[in-house]
């Protein structure tokens, strides 16, 4: 383990002389791991025997990085427990594509209506030029931010910096035990209550995990639902825990996406978020992190954000059912915003 200064030093280094590499801190832990190596481009299958970081995005379909290191460094994190949140922040484009987004929600909402389709995460991206600050010191502020997050910072030469701060485990798999989250629905203060339509949010991504494990698992255990705290909002969770004899990229195909950030019923959700999301999600809603045959763990990529040069690209969204309310909706994703937002904010 090296020096904090030291570490930060190597990072700047690598992301100047555009080497690929990953940064990150596992929630609730005091260590930030690094690792710089070999990058392979392909898909699930195409890594199935290799160990490293995976890096996918949300279309199964389309070609991801696996980062296999070379070399590897950690450094303790020091958790300045008086760092507050700046008050919201408002962009720009929080008034252009309100009106947008809310045709888009209650048209989703008919569809539900009419159609197959139960629940259904739309989203949307928020774009913003960034000031002259560098990318480590923007996963600086990061970490200190979102400690109950899986935080990390990604660098490819071909598709910049990825960075975020994860509530959501898709996967671990360790001594063939199968643990996952049915994570879903969102408030920004403790004290207001649950309301039936985010309960059975939730209970939808749960059952359909539960639903998808079924045929490779045994001993299925569903834990107690429980409210968390993810940054500045709170969700509801369940873990759920299992055996079985699957490797780890099969687990990942069967799982992902879940509920949680597609929708229900799974093929049909994912057709309607190609058909009419007006953008590509690219590795937004994907899932990373440290993985093997026979062992993973491995996060869904929400709250994150894209940088290019100096502009800033925030990816947000929310689960929508039949009883979802497009004004509420917007609301959410708003919210949602602003862990990216409050890091790249100027203090």
């Not at 930060?8 to 690929?20: D, G, Q, R, V, W």
């Not at 760092?83 to 909402?109: A, C, G, H, L, V």
């Not at 002259?132 to 400690?147: A, G, T």
Request: positive net charge.
């Amino acid at each position: 383990m090296i020096s904090e200064f030291k570490f930060f030093s190597e990072l700047n280094f690598f992301l100047k002389n555009n080497e690929s590499f990953v940064v990150y801190k596992k929630p609730s832990h005091n260590k930030i791991v690094f690792h710089q190596g070999d990058v392979i481009s392909g898909q699930i299958d195409d890594i199935d025997n290799n160990r490293g970081f995976l890096f996918m995005p949300f279309d199964l379909n389309k070609d991801g990085y696996f980062l296999k290191p070379k070399i590897t460094t950690e450094t303790k994190f020091h958790l300045k427990v008086n760092n507050k949140r700046t008050n919201e922040i408002s962009i720009k484009e929080f008034s252009s594509k309100k009106s947008s987004y809310i045709k888009f929600i209650n048209e989703t909402i008919d569809n539900i209506h009419s159609s197959e389709l139960e629940k259904v995460v739309c989203s949307s991206v928020f774009n913003v030029k960034l000031n002259s600050e560098s990318c480590i010191e923007y996963f600086k502020k990061l970490i200190q931010l979102n400690h109950d997050a899986f935080c990390y910072l990604f660098y490819h030469p071909d598709t910049g910096v990825w960075i975020g701060a994860s509530p959501e485990k898709l996967l671990n798999l360790n001594s063939n035990v199968v643990t996952t989250f049915a994570l879903a629905a969102t408030k920004k203060d403790m004290n207001q209550s649950w309301t039936d339509k985010e309960f059975r949010e939730q209970k939808i991504v749960e059952e359909q995990i539960v639903t998808d494990l079924k045929g490779v698992c045994t001993n299925i255990e569903r834990g107690a639902l429980q409210t968390v705290k993810a940054g500045n909002l709170f969700h509801l969770k369940s873990v759920i825990k299992a055996q079985t004899k699957k490797s780890s990229s099969d687990l990942i195909k069967l799982l992902h996406p879940t509920p949680a950030i597609a929708g229900t019923p799974k093929n049909e959700a994912i057709s309607y978020i190609n058909k009419m999301e007006n953008y590509n999600r690219s590795f937004y809603t994907g899932f990373m992190g440290l993985f093997e045959k026979n062992s993973c763990d491995i996060y869904v990529n929400i709250r994150c954000a894209k940088i290019v040069n100096d502009n800033l690209t925030v990816y947000v969204g929310g689960g929508i059912t039949k009883d979802s309310n497009a004004s509420d909706e917007w609301s959410e994703i708003v919210n949602k915003s602003q862990t990216m937002l409050g890091v790249f904010h100027s203090r």
